[in-house]
């Protein structure tokens, strides 16, 4: 294993890539047992062109009998499209190695017969993006994609198609740091920054970039935040103004608050309803985080857990600790005042069943002992319904979040699990459907696919099958970095 990661790291040196690429390399610990393995399209007996000179990053091209570099874009492929090296299969030996593909994040229309990106107008009426068809049967050589009209949101809202929300107009959203979602031309939500039109006033001009107001954003002075006028400040009259410290804080967060706190406009105020500009807005304080209470030692505490108590005792209000009385395995439920099993039916309604305060964090507040119903089935209705399922002890498993059970096991997401190497378990996407049916267990709703970079290998033996390492993306990427090349050795200057 060692020894392929430094051919391959000896392949990245030779295309004028930075050694700090193969340092990466040989630090990176794979989990999954696979590794880094040659690209397939390295063995000249399939492609020709791998005992040429470079010729790892060379693809043979049948129809004119020439090599060309691996992800060409357009000739010898349409304009659109990348040369790729074609997954192995076994039923296939002889297939060439090279095949015309769209690039990543791109598939192919029917009404043009051309790679678009995906999420945007492409070839798409104004309105409408383009989006991923789910994939088809193995045999699809290439990803297909067609035209969506967008979701409407609320007034003031754009819709985000990757993950189907709606974001506020002029929000950070989920743009990258730096940018602000607008409506763009094709009248889809785009996240952009220019010192002009609707995103002006939030510009930025020392990083030309775009922060919204009233938020920490670029500013880099303690105490300070970006305000109207695109620079970093703190005025007394508002909000944020912490008058302890002289400094301002962005509001709903720590700010400059002792643990278990928030720096929150209190709800009791009068907040006059003519009085809309933040000027006559009470000044933020900061307050006990929801479910917390404060202790006489100055910071606030979570109910139901250690807190400032003594060992095997919890918190039940601000002033007093109580020891542990459900005893091993039974949580507490403060409006029964009683303990129940975990795991039973307790004082849950029919479906549910006691399991742990998944909303408490153990890492931030301790354990928590407080007591919550959960869906002992799969589905349940914003109303805590929970469905009837098959399986009445559907197990405290899939009740946890981030859990599910597969073949009576109970599996974490995101690890490998019951799968085959370089597989995962992800969640099945389920669509929320029109009457507020959400998906809050995952009962067997998980399946095992290939993580992030690895691609699917060979023949499928029943269900369980294996992903092969980041080969190809690892072409790409170092692809990439020879483009960079010269940044980096701008950056790094070579060793004598
Ligand atoms: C976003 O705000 C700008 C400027 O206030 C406005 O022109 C535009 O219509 C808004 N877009 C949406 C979708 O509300
Ligand atoms: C806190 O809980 C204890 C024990 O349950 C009770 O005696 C006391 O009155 C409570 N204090 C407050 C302020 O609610
Ligand atoms: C899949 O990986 C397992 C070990 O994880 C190995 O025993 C098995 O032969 C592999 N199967 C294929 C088809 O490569
Ligand atoms: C909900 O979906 C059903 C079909 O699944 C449809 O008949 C019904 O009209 C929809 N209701 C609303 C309010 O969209
Ligand atoms: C919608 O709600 C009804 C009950 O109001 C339920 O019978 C039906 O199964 C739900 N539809 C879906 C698609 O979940």
């Known amino acids: 294993m060692k020894r392929r990661k430094l051919i391959i790291c000896w392949a990245a040196l030779q295309a004028a890539s930075s050694i700090l690429t193969c340092l990466l390399l040989l630090l990176t610990q794979h989990p999954a047992a696979a590794g880094i393995v040659p690209p397939p399209w390295s063995d000249p007996a399939k492609n020709p062109c791998a005992s040429m000179a470079g010729g790892w990053q060379l693809l043979y091209w049948t129809p004119l009998k020439k090599c060309f570099k691996i992800f060409t874009l357009g000739f010898p492929c349409p304009d659109t499209m990348e040369l790729s090296p074609s997954p192995i299969s076994a039923k296939r030996k002889d297939v060439p190695a090279a095949e015309c593909r769209c690039p990543p994040g791109t598939a192919l229309s029917p009404l043009t017969d051309a790679c678009h990106a995906l999420y945007e107008r492409g070839p798409c009426p104004h309105g409408e993006y383009f989006q991923p068809l789910p994939e088809q049967t193995k045999r699809a050589d290439n990803r297909w994609g067609s035209c969506k009209r967008q979701l409407q949101c609320d007034e003031g809202m754009l819709f985000w198609p990757r993950d189907g929300k709606c974001y506020p107009n002029h929000s950070k959203g989920p743009c990258i740091r730096g940018k602000l979602l607008m409506r763009n031309e094709d009248g889809l939500a785009e996240c952009r920054c220019h010192p002009f039109g609707e995103l002006g006033e939030f510009y930025y001009s020392v990083e030309d970039s775009c922060y919204e107001h009233y938020t920490k954003g670029p500013c880099s002075t303690p105490g300070h935040i970006f305000l109207p006028g695109g620079r970093c400040d703190c005025q007394r009259h508002l909000p944020h103004y912490y008058a302890p410290q002289q400094m301002c804080f962005e509001l709903d967060t720590p700010g400059p608050c002792p643990p278990g706190h928030i720096f929150r406009i209190p709800d009791d105020v009068d907040a006059n309803p003519e009085a809309n500009t933040l000027q006559l807005l009470p000044h933020a304080k900061c307050l006990c985080k929801e479910g917390y209470v404060p202790w006489s030692d100055g910071l606030c505490y979570r109910l139901y857990t250690r807190g400032p108590c003594a060992a095997n005792e919890f918190l039940v209000n601000a002033t007093t600790c109580v020891r542990n009385f459900c005893g091993k395995n039974r949580l507490y439920f403060p409006t029964e005042d009683s303990c129940y099993r975990i795991g039973s039916q307790g004082p849950c309604s029919l479906h549910q069943v006691v399991v742990f305060d998944f909303t408490a964090r153990p890492s931030l507040d301790g354990i928590s002992y407080n007591g919550m119903c959960g869906c002992s089935g799969v589905l349940t209705n914003l109303d805590q319904q929970c469905a009837a399922s098959n399986e009445q002890e559907k197990s405290i498993c899939e009740a946890t979040p981030g859990m599910v059970e597969m073949n009576g096991q109970c599996h974490k997401l995101y690890t490998r699990g019951p799968c085959g190497a370089g597989q995962w378990l992800e969640p099945l ?44 993306s690892l072409a790409r990427y170092l692809t990439i970095e020879r483009h960079n090349s010269k940044f980096f050795s701008e950056l790094h200057p070579p060793l004598s």
């Open 429 to 472: 996407k389920t669509l929320p459907s029109n009457n507020s049916t959400m998906l809050l267990g995952y009962g067997s709703r998980a399946k095992c696919v290939c993580r992030p970079g690895y691609t699917p290998a060979e023949t499928d033996h029943g269900g369980t099958h294996n992903c092969s390492a980041p080969s190809v």
